[in-house]
Structure formats: C-alpha cells, structure tokens
Nanobody, 123 residues
Framework: QVRLMESGGGLVHPGGSLTLSCETY????????MRWYRQAPGKQREMVAH????????EYSDDVKGRFTISRDNDKDVLYLRMNNLKPEDTAVYFC????????????????WGQGTQVTVAS
C-alpha cells in the first residue's frame, strides 16, 4: 500500500529556515517525478516545487522560487524541501505526492494523500 509521510514542520520566525522530509513506501519512487504542495486555510492546494525522477530537473512556483530547494534521495526513497527566508504567507500544511512529467513520462498524484506537516511562520 502506498504511504506518504511528511515531517519537519514547525513554528519559525520570518526569515528563518526549515527542511521538510517526505518518507515514501509502496511504489517505485526513483521512477516518479515528485512534487511538494501546500494548502493554506480557506485556499486550494497548490504546487510549489517539482523534481524529475532522476533529480536533475527542478521547477518552482513564482511565490517560492529562489527561496525553496527541492531534492531527493533515491536510495532512501525520501523527498526533501529546504525552505529559506520564510515569510508569513508560507504558512500552510505541506504535502508531498507524485505528479507531472519527466520527458514523455507523465503521472498523476496518488488519490490517497499523507497527513501533511504544518509550517507556521510568525513573529
């Protein structure tokens, strides 16, 4: 059974940093393009970072570009998100899932999402 387990969130002051982790189970992680999403209260879930299966290609939303870095360890089946210079508007629950395309290979998110990890940025 597919499992996605996010961790690493917490309370941080503006300008601070956090590193999120996503442990994955039950699928061919190294073959899948992966994404980080976030959902703030009252808003829809949005994609903030994308990485190809091998990890050579990355993409970011305009809101986080230059501040966040997505990476992966295909030997451990773990996805990471390094967040620097955090802002109050980054406050949200952060989720991981597969999705997007690597070349001609495309895949959609798993129907079952993890619990996510809460990131709160406040003074």
């Amino acid at each position: 059974q597919v499992r996605l387990m996010e961790s690493g969130g917490g309370l941080v002051h503006p300008g601070g940093s956090l590193t999120l982790s996503c442990e994955t189970y039950g699928f061919a992680f190294s073959e899948m393009p992966m994404r980080w999403y976030r959902q703030a209260p009252g808003k829809q879930r949005e994609m903030v970072a994308h990485i190809s299966g091998p990890g050579r290609r990355t993409e970011y939303s305009d809101d986080v570009k230059g501040r966040f870095t997505i990476s992966r360890d295909n030997d451990k089946d773990v996805l990471y998100l390094r967040m620097n210079n955090l802002k109050p508007e980054d406050t949200a629950v952060y989720f991981c899932n597969k999705g997007g395309c690597t070349g001609s290979i495309c895949t959609s998110p798993f129907t079952s999402w993890g619990q996510g990890t809460q990131v709160t940025v406040a003074s």
